[in-house]
């Protein structure tokens, strides 16, 4: 099927998502939006997310997608359900696939789950992976100064700042001796390296934006929704505040140039 798929975030997160998608399913037309207007969500309360997921979602079901992908592990925590509901098509979120996978690469049972405060909140991540093993044991702990860290592009792990805000968020989860860590928001894939050297190098970091990008793959191949041209598929932006930051703020996630940028409405 020719139709795109629609993938939205509260900004430019999400990118790290796309990047994902796009090493697998080159083919495949994708119309990304970033909710730059209204960014970040991670601090918002759960009817304000859901509203701006509301909105979002609508405006990419008016673009005749195929398939929507919650690339906001925010959004993906609170709207999930009521977005299944609303769309007729198939909804991909990002925090199940990283659940299963931390769920299956464990080995002593102890999972930390990094993410936003509204992530963390919900317990989305904690009901996930207590479904798939209720004997895991799962240490949850809200990030919120990493999102800002990874916007200024304080991402090499030898950065001061970022070594020390991470330390003293994570001391905890080392403490409890967690062998496997998720990177339950958007931007933590940037502060792997600053992560590790944090955690120590036997920790297992799950990237909740390459798990989901399999689970995408997977629905597609099995409901017969893949595009089957071979040549590169188009990719289109739309946000809602400024193009041009998105476009140089963007390329340290995707790390392509990003054109083909519009300006939307999404909330009247
Ligand atoms: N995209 C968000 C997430 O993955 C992070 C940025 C925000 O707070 O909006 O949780």
Request: include cysteine; glycine fraction near 6%; charge should be neutral.
């Amino acid at each position: 099927m020719k139709e795109p798929i629609g993938i939205f975030d509260s900004g430019i997160g999400g990118l790290t998502v796309l990047k994902e998608i796009l090493k697998i399913l080159p083919y495949e037309n994708i119309i990304y939006l970033g909710d730059t207007a209204r960014v970040p969500y991670g601090i918002r309360s759960h009817e304000t997310i859901l509203k701006y997921s509301y909105a979002n979602a609508d405006f990419l079901m008016n673009q005749r997608i195929k398939l929507l992908v919650i690339a906001c592990n925010t959004a993906s925590s609170v709207s999930t359900e009521k977005l299944k509901e609303r769309c007729k098509i198939p909804v991909i979120e990002v925090i199940t696939p990283g659940a299963k996978s931390a769920s299956e690469i464990t080995e002593n049972g102890k999972i930390g789950v990094i993410g936003t405060e509204a992530t963390v909140r919900s317990g989305t991540y904690l009901r996930a992976i207590k479904k798939l093993n209720p004997q895991l044991r799962v240490y949850l702990k809200a990030c919120p100064l990493f999102v800002p860290l990874v916007e200024e592009g304080w991402t090499e792990e030898d950065n001061e700042v970022s070594l020390m805000v991470a330390d003293k968020y994570l001391h905890e989860l080392r403490d409890k001796e967690i062998d496997t860590l998720v990177l339950g928001c958007t931007h933590y894939p940037l502060l792997k390296g600053v992560i590790r050297k944090v955690m120590g190098r036997h920790i297992r970091l799950i990237d909740s934006a390459q798990e989901t990008a399999k689970e995408i793959m997977k629905i597609l191949q099995e409901r017969n929704l893949m595009n089957e041209g071979q040549k590169k598929g188009s990719l289109q932006f739309f946000v809602t505040d400024d193009p041009e930051r998105f476009k140089t703020m963007g390329y340290r996630f995707l790390e392509i140039e990003i054109e083909n940028v519009t300006r939307v409405e999404t909330i009247r």
